[in-house]
Structures are given as structure tokens and as C-alpha cells.
């Protein structure tokens, strides 16, 4: 739909020929008074209004379709839309991540705090990158998420099963 309405800073203005008539093809009188003309009073109003309206960019229809959902559709939709964009770490920063380690007692496991979570998306990847950077026995790895599960575990009892051997096929 085309505007017929622009702005002016902040006074809404018509987009052209208030009579309908192409700027170009009227007498030079008129274009002055066309260029200089400003609504005042109820039709500064009736711009403004007008003008918000086009801003919003919907059809008529569009409009009366979002006014007849209820809000619970709304914000049904909003979290729709939300879960499609969140990333549902199974960490946080400060969080605790266990390395297998091996000791003179056997297999056991060292605690890492993780320190930062870094996320890296891009509109032609379907999932973001995720880095963590993460601090064990005092020295700062930063490492991708998916070696979570593989070399960094979430519990400690997971990272003495590794450390053992079991769980591998």
C-alpha cells in the first residue's frame, strides 16, 4: 500500500499532491503552497494518526486480525517465537564442569569453573557456535560445547565413569 503520508521531523506531512494530482504536473503556484502547506488543528491530528498507522506497515486486514487474537494467543506466539531463538545451555557461568583425570588412587576427576560462555550465531548456520572458557587446575582452556559429555562433563560421577573407561562402546 502506498503512503500518503511522511514526516517532518516530528509533523506528519503529505507525501505529495493533497488533490491526487502529480507534483510535476501542477502550476508552479500550487507546488508552493503544496511545499509549505502543514496541518493544523484536527487535521494535524488526523495526520499524526494517519501517519502512526503507516508506520506500523500492516493492511487494514492485518490490523484487524491482531485486534480479534486475545493476549494469551499473543503471548503464545511470542514464546513461540522466543524458544525459536533461545539456546538452552546446560551450564552457567560459575558453573561447574569435571575433567577424568587419573591419580595414584585411580580414576577420579578435576573440578573446572567456568568462567565465560561465549555465543556465536550466524543467520546461515542453523545453531549457534558456543564456546566456554573454562579454568581447571588453574590453567584457562576454551573449549566448544560439544566436547561437553565427550572431555568435560557436567557431573563428577560422569567424569570418574570416563576416566574409567566405562560408558564407551
Known amino acids: 500500500m502506498e503512503r500518503i503520508t511522511k514526516w517532518d521531523g516530528d509533523v506528519p506531512a503529505y507525501n505529495g499532491s493533497f488533490t491526487g494530482e502529480p507534483m510535476d504536473d501542477m502550476h508552479p503556484a500550487w507546488k508552493a503552497v503544496h511545499r509549505h502547506w502543514r496541518p493544523i488543528g484536527i487535521h494535524l491530528e488526523v495526520m499524526r494518526r494517519l501517519a502512526e498507522y503507516e508506520d506500523t506497515g500492516l493492511t487494514p486486514e492485518e490490523i484487524t486480525a491482531l ?16 524458544d525459536n531463538k533461545l539456546v538452552h545451555l546446560p551450564v552457567a557461568v560459575d558453573g561447574n564442569l569435571y575433567v577424568p583425570a587419573a591419580s595414584e588412587y585411580g580414576p577420579t576427576a578435576i573440578r573446572g569453573i567456568i568462567q565465560e560462555i561465549y555465543v556465536y550465531a550466524s543467520r546461515h548456520a542453523e545453531n549457534p557456535y558456543i564456546t566456554l572458557k573454562v579454568e581447571v587446575d588453574g590453567k584457562v582452556y576454551k573449549i566448544s560445547d560439544d566436547l561437553i559429555g565427550k572431555s568435560f562433563f557436567l557431573t563428577m560421577e560422569e567424569a570418574v565413569k570416563s576416566a574409567k573407561g566405562e560408558g564407551k562402546e
Open 67 to 82: 485486534k480479534d487474537m486475545t493476549g494469551e494467543h499473543l503471548l503464545a506466539l511470542k514464546r513461540e517465537e522466543l
